[in-house]
């Protein structure tokens, strides 16, 4: 069997990092689940930080590679630099919240939905870059490795790193309903939220206290000694004919003062921010959206209170003095800081900056095409580009391909599409070529093709932030934009082809 004397490799291939590997997946994938808590969060840290460093260092080395080994002077520095980086690394994340949630988005682009949260209490888990440290030693030595079970382990370091458990979805309120002079929100995880001073403050209540509790009777409620089922509508207990309801999945409150006859929205967040909150739930969300789901009204010696369960969204609350807040659900209850911002609600883009890119794509296509000179060989060189750009687009996009155990399927498939999008842009490089496209054609080519999938992801970014409202009026600009992309590339084309059969005669004339 082929031996390595590679640092390197003898890293990946020493025990302790094998274990940790395997450690790092089986503790993501199945123990996080069935166990969570601090000891299995705890337990992830280490390996992590056991794994990280070799792989890292592997990377950095990659330039001072030589025609089989790496010198002592690189490959110290790639085992220094690796280690600093990957503890620094982690003592950002770990401490601070911008840390947390670059490493929240990296995790993302790289394995699905994830959050990554800022906890200093994980720093304990750093002794283990001392352990990474003493093993790096260790091989550095000298001791000879098996080539194919270091070449083994790196891959699965990397879907052991890259592939950790995803995003847990956050609690949904359910329930909301008065006991007494408490209002009591229930959570879908059976936990409850109280308030006993008409919604300004919220706090915790273990789940053996329900079921004790007395509910005021409501059109919808159940036992009195149990908690009621979610009720959408409720009125003011001595003004019967004064109502509040909810319609689900709206994410909003109606009013009504004449029994129902007619109804008023009072609170109501507009359709273009539902469909932003929407996308962000089913991004961190197993469940679908439910919207403002129940509603309970409470009478307080200044008016009274209302109070709507808005499932993941949290809960909007109108005290006495009739004024609205959405509050998100936080570590001690509800509060208004907690609430997913309307004008920035962390939607997932991916899509749509793929549609962006392959559009770009297909305007660069289309001008070369039409400053082509259509012979055999340029067309033995669109027709390849155009079909890989097709299937591309096709495997590119999502289509909830299911994953089995650490292996994503959908990953793997965009993966591909984004490997056929690139196959296709070298043909049509290569036809642009072949066609002997003037500078100034390809200076423009090239500035359509990166400000045409720039614009569209502009539009969809303003649309995440509020600036347009409404989703399809994004998508019905980014159409324009992609055709306009495309029709000024096919022109643009169109004179480069003039300007190369100008050319062309001159030189026969000559």
Not at 371 to 395: D, M
Request: charged share 15%; aromatic share 8%.
């Amino acid at each position: 069997m082929e031996r390595s004397r590679e640092p390197f490799l003898a890293w990946f291939g020493h025990p302790a990092t094998v274990v940790a590997t395997f450690v790092l997946l089986i503790n993501d994938h199945l123990l996080k689940t069935l166990w969570p808590g601090p000891v299995t969060g705890k337990l992830s840290d280490v390996a992590g930080l056991l794994v990280a460093p070799p792989l890292l260092a592997l990377a950095l080395s990659l330039p001072f590679l030589r025609t089989g080994s790496l010198s002592p002077g690189p490959t110290r520095f790639a085992a220094l630099a690796a280690i600093v980086t990957v503890g620094v690394g982690f003592t950002l994340v770990k401490t601070t919240e911008a840390g947390a949630e670059l490493a929240s988005r990296a995790w993302t682009l790289a394995a699905g939905p994830s959050r990554v949260l800022a906890d200093p209490t994980d720093l304990v888990a750093l002794p283990a870059l001392g352990a990474a440290w003493l093993i790096w030693r260790r091989c550095r030595t000298g001791h000879p490795v098996r080539r194919v079970r270091a070449l083994i382990i790196v891959p699965i370091a990397l879907v052991g790193v890259t592939a950790t458990s995803a995003v847990q979805p956050p609690p949904a309120a359910k329930q909301v309903f008065v006991s007494g002079g408490t209002i009591t929100v229930v959570l879908d995880q059976g936990a409850e939220i109280l308030s006993s001073d008409g919604g300004r403050t919220w706090i915790g209540s273990p789940v053996q206290d329900r079921g004790t509790r007395n509910p005021s009777p409501s059109p919808n409620s159940g036992s009195p000694e149990t908690t009621p089922a979610p009720a959408t509508r409720a009125c003011l207990p001595d003004e019967p004919s004064h109502c509040y309801r909810v319609l689900p999945p709206r994410l909003a409150v109606d009013e009504s003062r004449d029994g129902g006859t007619s109804w008023n929205t009072v609170w109501a967040v507009s359709e273009g921010r539902q469909d932003a909150l929407r996308r962000h739930t089913e991004d961190y969300s197993v469940t679908a959206w439910q919207g403002s789901a129940a509603i309970a009204v409470q009478r307080v010696p200044d008016g009274h209170v209302v109070v709507a369960a808005n499932g993941d969204d949290g809960i909007a609350v109108r005290d006495a003095r009739g004024n609205w807040r959405r509050l998100g659900l936080s570590e001690g209850g509800f509060s208004a800081d907690a609430a997913v911002p309307l004008n920035a609600p962390d939607v997932d883009l991916t899509t749509e900056h793929r549609i962006g890119l392959f559009s770009g794509l297909l305007a660069f296509m289309v001008g070369v095409t039409m400053a082509g000179r259509h012979g055999w060989r340029f067309i033995s060189l669109t027709v390849p580009a155009y079909v890989f750009a097709s299937v591309g687009f096709v495997l590119a996009l999502p289509s909830g391909r299911p994953s089995y155990g650490i292996i994503d399927f959908g990953a793997l498939v965009s993966l591909l599409g984004g490997a056929c999008a690139l196959v296709a842009a070298v043909f049509a490089v290569a036809a642009a070529i072949n066609a002997r496209v003037p500078a100034r054609t390809w200076l423009a080519l090239v500035t359509i093709a990166s400000c045409t999938p720039f614009s569209i992801w502009m539009l969809f970014t303003g649309w995440e932030s509020g600036v347009i409202d409404a989703y399809s009026t994004a998508g019905f600009l980014a159409y324009l934009v992609g055709g306009a992309g495309i029709g000024a590339s096919a022109l643009v084309g169109r004179v480069g082809a003039a300007e190369v059969a100008e050319v062309a005669e001159v030189e026969r004339s000559v």
